[in-house]
């Protein structure tokens, strides 16, 4: 990684580069063609990182996107964050002017600002969160190290990464590690614009006098507590949420607009819409099902504006584009039928992927029922895992105004309704419904039909929450951000809240440089060998011949090999092959982020083990 401060330096001109191309796109494509460009251009972020993805990660799936590759896109992206950042100052001046065009007080104005600055701050400290650790770096340097999207079945958490990972790698490349956190910052900061800039609320120039509810539904947005987790995170959430929510807005102004000559040519919107989507689901699968809405939506609108055959073609020219070399990927490494690609997130008749499916589909953040689960942490080390007071409010103000015929809350609440069916009931996985219901009420102009006062208790629960949230993010700056300042204070932070850093450096110390390593810890990111990762070990019993199945495919011509396990009796390889103890046991503290979350203290041993017998059970 880059000295600190520079990782933040070059994380932040890379951020500004991705939101430069994204500029340059749509004033080549958009300008000219309705929508009212200046709303528009506040998107370029999304626009920047829909370009990238789309040209790095299919070089990834093809293996052609080793550490030289990603770096030379790096070293660009810089450039254009450099050559940009005059612009970039000037459209910042409009964007905060845009707060009080709206009418938004200032004092709420600035409650916005300061929250959104936090969260930038928030996004700038090294990479500790435990899954980021675990397979969205661990994907990232693998690709860069190899050149090629890891393709090992062995590794269950690698299949589920995708575009988002190949994004990651291209800021690890030059030891940028702050980019991907940056990047669901943008995404945060995409949809706070949407709602200020696009959406219609009850105060506009032709109704000053009436009540602003724009900035409270904006703050209400910003006080989210899931946010705390992820805007910290690398991990492509809140990036590929945004992109659908503006592939979904502007899906909505197709129809809205239909009549209106201003749009031009509806179907290079139709090409924005449908590549956001399709890039969205390359990022992370949970995002396959509202892709799959918004696409339906955009075509169901389409035809019935006598438009249906161009845009029929040009869904077929983004999908055989942008998501067919990810399918035909998974198809050529995994097997699997077409229904089971578009369906699964790990296709294929590989031992234990049923059980893995099956516990990521139930697995829970919370003890407490669902949707309460979505409301109420069911601990303070669960805090960062619920929507808080903003879903109550949301579903109110829909049963107070009869907001349910809205076009995006419709949409919204399918969305929340097939995600509470088919994925995983937790908070993140519905931040899009969230979006889109909060849009649909701005949008519906039925904020107006009803006094100021009807919202008094929904301003004080969300100032509380406001309160609360402004508190965790100032903490996290604190105790987590510091460690972007200098490599010292780095060090201090990773070693009291990365899980296995302080392990990892252990295992540096005593392993050969050329050592392989079978590993059951999950900080697959910080393994300081070329590991194989046992995470399989779990969805299939000790007498299962398939582990030798998978232990036999470990590509090594090394005769040794060493595990690394915290468990005494460790299930990932038989018995009899394992030999002598190498070194440990070593005790170290599990390191959480979250003060409440402290678990204990863990002892990791190094073994030797036998690479033929694997061969020979197989």
């Not at 972020?45 to 829909?50: C, D, E, I, K």
């Not at 104005?109 to 928030?122: E, H, Q, W």
């Not at 809205?256 to 399709?278: E, H, M, N």
């Amino acid at each position: 990684m880059l000295p600190g401060p520079w990782g933040v330096v070059v994380s932040t001109l890379l951020l500004l580069g991705v939101w430069g191309v994204g500029y340059l796109a749509l004033g080549m494509i958009f300008s000219n063609k309705g929508l009212a460009w200046p709303a528009l251009r506040y998107q370029s972020g999304l626009v920047g990182a829909l370009i990238l993805a789309a040209v790095v990660f299919p070089l990834a799936l093809i293996g052609c996107f080793d550490r030289i590759t990603a770096g030379l896109f790096a070293l660009l992206l810089v450039a254009v964050g450099l050559m940009s950042t005059p612009l970039i100052v000037r459209s910042a001046r409009t964007w905060i002017a845009e707060w009080e065009s709206r009418f938004i007080p200032r004092p709420l104005t600035f409650c916005c600002l300061a929250m959104l600055g936090g969260y930038f701050l928030l996004a700038l400290g090294p990479i500790t969160d435990a899954d980021a650790l675990d397979y969205h770096v661990g994907v990232a340097l693998q690709t860069l190290n190899t050149g090629a999207h890891p393709a090992d079945p062995a590794w269950f958490h690698s299949r589920l990464a995708g575009a988002g990972e190949a994004l990651i790698a291209v800021g690890l490349s030059i030891g940028a590690e702050q980019f991907g956190a940056l990047l669901q910052w943008m995404g945060l900061f995409s949809v706070t614009t949407m709602m200020l800039t696009c959406c219609c609320t009850a105060t506009s120039q032709e109704t000053k006098k009436l009540p602003d509810y724009r900035g409270w539904i904006i703050l209400l947005l910003l006080s989210t507590p899931v946010f705390l987790a992820w805007i910290s995170s690398p991990k492509p959430m809140i990036l590929p949420g945004a992109m659908t929510s503006l592939a979904l807005y502007l899906s909505y102004v197709i129809i809205a607009r239909s009549s209106d000559s201003s749009v031009k040519d509806p179907q290079l919107y139709c090409i924005l819409i449908f590549g956001l989507s399709t890039v969205a689901s390359n990022m992370k699968f949970s995002f396959t099902l509202t892709a799959g809405i918004i696409i339906v939506a955009t075509l169901y609108w389409q035809w019935k504006n006598n438009r249906l055959g161009k845009t029929i073609l040009t869904l077929v020219g983004c999908l055989i584009i942008l998501y067919f070399p990810f399918a035909a990927w998974k198809w050529n490494h995994f097997g699997g039928g077409v229904i089971e690609i578009l369906t699964s997130p790990l296709p294929g008749n590989w031992p234990g992927t049923q059980q893995f499916e099956a516990y990521l589909r139930g697995y829970r953040d919370s003890t407490f029922p669902f949707p309460l689960s979505l409301v109420i942490p069911s601990s303070l080390g669960n805090i960062t895992t619920v929507l808080g007071i903003g879903l109550p409010i949301l579903i109110v103000s829909m049963l107070i105004r009869r907001a349910w015929n809205a076009p995006l809350i419709r949409i919204a609440l399918l969305s929340a309704v097939l995600g509470a069916l088919l994925g995983q009931a937790n908070a993140r996985f519905f931040l899009e419904p969230f979006y889109w219901g909060l849009m649909g009420l701005m949008t519906s102009g039925l904020l107006s039909a009803r006094g100021y006062n009807t919202f008094i208790a929904a301003k004080a629960m969300i100032s509380l929450q406001a309160v609360v949230v402004a508190a965790a993010i100032v903490f996290g700056i604190v105790t987590i951000s510091v460690g972007s300042i200098s490599d010292t204070l780095r060090g201090r932070v990773m070693h009291s809240v990365a899980n296995d850093h302080i392990t990892m450096r252990w295992v540096d110390k005593n392993l050969p440089s050329n050592a392989i390593v079978i590993t059951d810890l999950r900080s697959m990111g910080l393994v300081p060998r070329q590991a194989y990762p046992t995470d399989w070990r779990a969805y299939l019993s000790p007498a299962d011949p398939n582990r030798f199945f998978y232990l036999s495919r470990i590509n090594s011509d090394i005769e040794t090999i060493y595990l690394l396990t915290n468990n005494k009796e460790s299930t990932s390889v038989p018995t009899e092959c394992i030999g002598h103890p190498y070194a440990g046991p070593f005790k170290a503290e599990i390191a959480t982020r979250n003060p409440w979350n402290k678990i204990g203290v863990t002892e990791t041993s190094i073994y030797e083990l036998r690479r033929n017998c694997f061969s020979s059970k197989h």
